[in-house]
Every structure is written in C-alpha cells, then in structure tokens.
C-alpha cells in the first residue's frame, strides 16, 4: 500500500496522488502511515526521536494539518517515560502562549501506545538557521536574533510564572516560522516547582542536552528558573558566534566545563557584536544563578537596551531560507577562525559576572573559583549521577533524540 504524505489519502499502488498529485510513498513496515488517529489521517513521517515518532496528520474533511507524537513501544512499557510524555501535554496546556506551540489532544493507541496531537508549523529549528549561517559564512542578524529571543523570553516568562522550568531549552526546541516568529517546543522534561516548598528538580537527577546545561543542572543539583536563563546564554551565544561557548567529545569533560570554566568572550568570534550584547550573554552564563538575571524580565530589559542602537538593517527577521552571502566576513576575527570546529576555543582571561536589581545590570570582575577539596566532592557526587543513570538520559539526548 501507498500513501499520500500531502493529504493520507490511501492508494494501492505506486504513482500519483489523485487528488493533489504529491508523490506517493511506501507505507513499508510503519503501520501507522495511512490510519486513522484522533480525528486525523496519519500522512507522513516527520521524524524519529529516542522516545518515538512524529506524524504529520491531516483532517480527511477540512484538511486541516497536525503533529502527532507516538510514544515507541519500548517506552510505553515505562511509567517514567509516559508521565514524562504527558507532563509536556499539561504544562503546554496549563501556560497558554502563543510563542509555545499548542497541544490539541492527547490519548493511547489500541496498542496501548501514548500519543499527543499537536499544532502543526511551517518553517524550521533555529538549529537549521544557525547551520545554515555557520555553511554559508553569513552572519544572522543581531536585532532579528534578539526579537527572536526577546519572544522566546516572554514564552518562558509565562512558563515560569506557571512554575513550570523548561530544562531542555535548546535550538532544536526553537522553532522559526515564515514570518521569524519563535515556538518553542518540548516540554518533555518540564518541572513543576512544589510551589510549598520552593524547590524543583530534585537533587541526583541529569536531564536535558548537555551542551545547553546550567552548571547545576550538570552537577545534579536542584535547578529553577535561572537554569532556562543559562540555556538562553548559550543559545545567544551559538546564534552571535555560530559555536557553543563550551565543546568536549567526552560527557564528563562538558559537564565539568559548565561547572567550572569561565566562558569565551563571544566578541573573539564576531568582533561585530556590541559590548553591550556580549555583556547580556555573559550575565546569563554566570556559573552561580545568583549571578544570573534574577528572571526572564530583567534578561529582556537587558537585551532590548543593548540593542537599542543597532541600525535598521541589522533588524532584518530571521528567514528560514536565507538569502545570498553580503557579508561572509562579519563573523571571523583576524586571523580568520574555521567554523563549525569541535574543538574548544581559547579560554579568555577573568571577564565579567554581574548582578541585577530592579532591572538595571552593574558588572563586576570575576575572579576564578579557588580550587578547593570541595569541588573533588562535587566531582565525585556528579560521577555517582552517570552511573546510576542520569548520565545515560544525558548522552542520548546529546545525540539529537
């Protein structure tokens, strides 16, 4: 059997589709292609994850197109990983955004499968706009990067107004419309905060994308909203520069970065950023979150003045197909620095941390941690975290799952 990925529609051969004349595609082995879910015709495969799939649905009467998330059979055996399914369903649906994208259904299969109906968007992961820029040598733009986050800011803003910390914000759960506007996705490892007792993430637990880890969030300890704040640092940084302030091919070595290496100055890698913007990164990447913007707020006051004096063309929308090369320089330093490296840049000398109140940011020097027996226990304390298991959910979610 065959199927049409544009409208589900069913074919028993090869060919074309009668009805809107896209392609036709083997159904194979996904026995999912081509049923029913919900309301909506499974029409396509969108994508594979570590934790299932994702199915491009369409309403066989209005036409109207989903996303729908399958849970694998091997995760629905597990109870965490279900709960965990669905609490991305109830966070989505308890804050309501209009930057976060949202989820319309969600039930089990016959075969006792977990599945989420949810909206479904044009355009692309901002991981394909910075790829792209980084293969093109072409710089995004700094206000179009800016209004980008400044909508991702607001989004998470009433998340953690909710109580809800995001955990796993990264450039694959950014997503960019047509327009340049910002969805965010996945909130499959969402906390909660116990609103009684103020904490979150209990202590002992790794999830999330290594490269996007607050340093207490790589040590196991317990994270609140300033873990987003930190992730939105690197993020700033990887959309300016086009690299990760941090790198190693071994786990343990990023983490132990986040934890304990001051972060790159972003201006050694695009010497056209502002000190002003370059200072807004560096706040979000302090290593203690109390050096950190205390919330979303006080990150896009910061952010909307340092870019106040950028010019208009720099304002222009991130476009998720982007235009031809005008300015392949604008990100190399002299001498030029290869892009796309797995290597670690050089690490600067102290910078600067800083520290807000009533949304106004004062910098103050940083000067790197005493070495003490006490980072030997944090050490210790993290390796017992990749043992017991929470440095398995790290190295798959490192592979893009």
């Known amino acids: 059997m065959f199927v049409c990925a544009e409208c589900g529609a069913m074919h028993p051969g090869a060919g074309f589709c009668a009805s809107d004349g896209t392609k036709l595609v083997a159904i194979g082995e996904d026995l999912l292609l081509g049923t029913t879910i919900g309301a909506y015709r499974v029409a396509r495969l969108m994508g594979i994850g570590g934790m299932g799939r994702v199915y491009k649905g369409v309403h066989p009467t209005i036409g109207s197109r989903v996303a729908i998330k399958v849970l694998s059979r091997e995760c629905s055996d597990r109870r965490d990983l279900v709960e965990r399914f669905f609490a991305e369903a109830k966070a989505v649906n308890m804050i309501r955004h209009e930057s976060i994208v949202n989820v319309l259904d969600l039930a089990m299969l016959p075969d006792g499968r977990p599945y989420i109906i949810m909206e479904y968007l ?53 997503y960019v419309t047509p327009s340049g506007r910002a969805k965010v996705l996945d909130f499959g490892i969402a906390k909660l905060t116990d609103t009684t007792t103020g904490s979150s993430t ?79 990164i560096l706040v979000a990447l302090a290593k203690q979150p109390e050096q950190r913007f205390a919330n979303v707020q006080a990150m896009s006051m910061a952010l909307q003045h340092a870019t106040s004096q950028l010019s208009p063309e720099q304002w222009a929308p991130l476009s998720v197909t982007r235009g031809p090369l005008t300015n392949p320089g604008a990100w190399s330093p002299t001498p030029p620095v290869s892009w796309g490296g797995r290597s670690t840049p050089p690490i600067p ?32 304390a993290v390796i017992a975290v990749l043992l017991v298991g929470g440095g398995v959910t790290a190295a798959v979610v490192a592979q893009g799952t």
Request: glycine content about 10%; aromatic content about 4%.
């Open 122 to 174: 044009d355009g692309a992961p901002l991981a394909n706009l910075i790829d792209a820029a980084v293969h093109q040598q072409q710089p995004l733009p700094l206000g179009g990067v800016a209004r980008l986050a400044a909508e991702v800011l607001d989004a998470l803003g009433a998340a953690h107004g909710k109580g809800i910390v995001h955990r796993d914000l990264k450039p694959d759960n950014v």
């Open 349 to 380: 000398g102290p910078g600067h941390v800083a520290t807000e109140s009533a949304g106004q940011v004062t910098a103050h020097p940083r000067t790197p941690p005493a070495r003490t027996s006490s980072r030997k226990g944090l050490w210790i």
């Open 202 to 280: 209990r202590t002992g637990s790794l999830l999330g994308t290594p490269h996007y880890m607050a340093p207490e969030q790589a040590a196991g300890r317990p994270v609140d909203h300033r873990a987003d704040l930190y992730a939105m640092g690197v993020i700033l940084f990887e959309c300016f520069t086009g690299r990760k302030p941090f790198n190693a091919d071994a786990l343990f070595d990023l983490l132990r970065m986040h934890v304990e290496v001051p972060p790159p100055s972003p201006r050694q890698f695009r010497p056209d950023l502002p000190p002003e913007l370059e200072h807004v």
